[in-house]
């Protein structure tokens, strides 16, 4: 009785454990939708500014000319020799992602690893509280620590996030700044990456794929200029930088939701085959209960017949 009494509760827990997981899986996936949509948005105002770039710089990006022009500009202007690299390192601040954080922590060391072979030195801009809790762990110095992320993160922080690591990148705290983060390809499917976002490197295929709107305008140029090229891309450039990292960082939380809407439909599974697997278990151990009450029975009948 105390076995069945005791597989019975675990039957119980199992399935209030599916009832979690299910649905964390349903809010995972509706996360993932709202931050595909968001994604969207942003980058095609990102595209918008990758177009108007020629016309700030006089020059197609790719362009000896265009070229020129961006090495006489401090956010685009490699330097030599390159001391300091800021990694930002994009983690979640939630678990029950799969490896989502372990992936990223792990390109991260590995990235500082190089650096440090390289005789360079490697400093860190943590995003998500799981990282942080890692590298704080590891007694591991963090420049700038950026705890309390989500989905829903404004674009305002972003932009204060990205003007700060800007103003101390052209102070010469830092030559360079690397972005680790992960690439959305499927919802079963995503990559880490390493992309360098200081010095700023324009993108000329971008750039490119939007000529052709701008053709079916019906304009040879669809911007007027106002005031100079100079003071221009002092607004123009910063914006860019800001909404590259922005586009980044939403990538980045949209391969997390993947990562958890695929785990938590794991786990759901997992907890249906163990709830199968408890229930036949259950069943035998009752049905063998019920046979010993019964010989029980008939052997106490036959023994007060003799």
């Known amino acids: 009785m105390a076995k069945t009494r005791a597989i019975r509760k675990r039957i119980i827990s199992v399935r209030n454990i599916y009832k979690i997981t299910r649905t964390m899986e349903r809010v995972a996936q509706s996360k993932v939708m709202k931050l595909t949509g968001r994604l969207a948005h942003a980058n095609g105002m990102r595209d918008e500014v990758d177009r108007f770039l020629p016309v700030a710089l006089g020059a197609d990006l790719g362009s000896v000319r265009a070229a020129q022009e961006l090495e006489l500009l401090p956010l685009t202007a490699h330097r030599a020799p390159i001391k300091k690299v800021l990694l930002f390192c994009v983690t979640s601040s939630r678990g029950l992602c799969g490896g989502y954080n372990s992936r990223v922590i792990g390109a991260a060391k590995e990235r500082m690893a ?135 960082v939403l990538e980045a939380f949209l391969c997390e939701h993947a990562q958890r809407a695929v785990a938590m439909h794991s786990a759901s599974d997992n907890a249906q085959s163990m709830i199968k697997t408890l229930t036949l278990t259950y069943n035998r151990a009752r049905q063998a209960q019920i046979t010993n009450e019964m010989i029980e029975i008939v052997s106490g009948s036959e023994g007060s017949r003799k």
Not at 164 to 190: C, H, N, P, W
Not at 215 to 243: D, H, I, K, N, Q
């Open 114 to 248: 190089g650096l440090r072979a390289e005789g360079r030195e490697p400093e860190l801009a943590v995003m998500g509280r799981k990282g942080l809790a890692y590298f704080r762990f590891y007694n591991q110095p963090v420049l700038i620590p950026l705890a309390d992320t989500d989905e829903n993160l404004p674009f305002s922080f972003i932009d204060e996030t990205a003007v700060d690591i800007m103003a101390r990148y052209l102070r010469g705290e830092f030559d360079g700044v690397e972005v680790i983060s992960t690439r959305y390809k499927t919802k079963m499917v995503q990559h880490v990456r390493r992309s360098v976002l200081l010095p700023f490197a324009p993108s000329a295929e971008r750039a490119q794929a939007a000529l052709p709107k701008v053709a079916a305008l019906g304009a040879a140029e669809p911007y007027l200029r106002e005031p100079s090229r100079s003071e221009l891309l002092e607004v123009v450039l910063p914006m860019a930088v800001t909404l590259e990292l922005f586009c980044t």
